[in-house]
């Protein structure tokens, strides 16, 4: 028998179902600005992707917070269809599509406390990697079962760098006491699985497309189709020190 795995889990769209958060927040444009041309959900949409990729991802960038990028983002994409708003005003509608989310955050199907349970017990040691912002994520670990879980949760804004920059990794595995090649990371973001790869750990493509496809896999990627899939990868490890994908009856 080998020693058991550690997990590593990215949070938005992998553990914590984000469409709420797009719906509250279709919801409050619509409210604050009812002859906005385009439909609301289509711009909630585009926000959460470009805020994505505005966010400082190089090595060397100077760090900007989730929420100050999301809040310029907002503002930049309804001056587009003619609203002019300064940042600051984006981010009182970005709080209150928040608040009306975070009474109804719900896991990504599949996710649920038995199978963290099920996959606490197979493993050496988890731990959630995201890129956000302390604030909104300690509102998810509020409402959501995660702390008995999860022993460690390392946000961009605590180390000041995002996903695939290596130190947000190491972090966690650190804080573990963890070694990369008995190490799965597990997210929908194929660039975010690159990061990981590139220290060692092993990819995991799990999630839906919201924001990310599976193009731009890394090498060696283990794909599962629905979360009830991943424990059978931390039993194959146990016996056979490998990590394989679970056989499929």
Partial sequence: MSPKPFVLFDLGETLVD???LLGSLAREIGASFPAIAAAPGDLARQ?????SQEMPREEGLPFVSEFEISSQVLAKLLSERGVMIEPSEAGRILRAAWDDFEPRVRFCEGVSEAWLRD?????AGMGIV??????NVGRLRKRLPLDPYFDVVITSEAVRAYKPNPRIYRAALETLHAEPDRTLFVSDSPLDLQGAAALGLRPVFMGGPLIHGPRGLPPGTLRVSKPQELPGILRRFERTGRF????RG
């Fill in 18 to 20: 984000l469409k709420e």
């Fill in 244 to 247: 394989e994908e679970a056989e």
């Fill in 130 to 135: 995201t890129d956000g912002d302390a604030e």
């Fill in 119 to 123: 996959l606490r017990s197979l493993s």
């Fill in 47 to 51: 926000w959460i992707v470009q805020a």
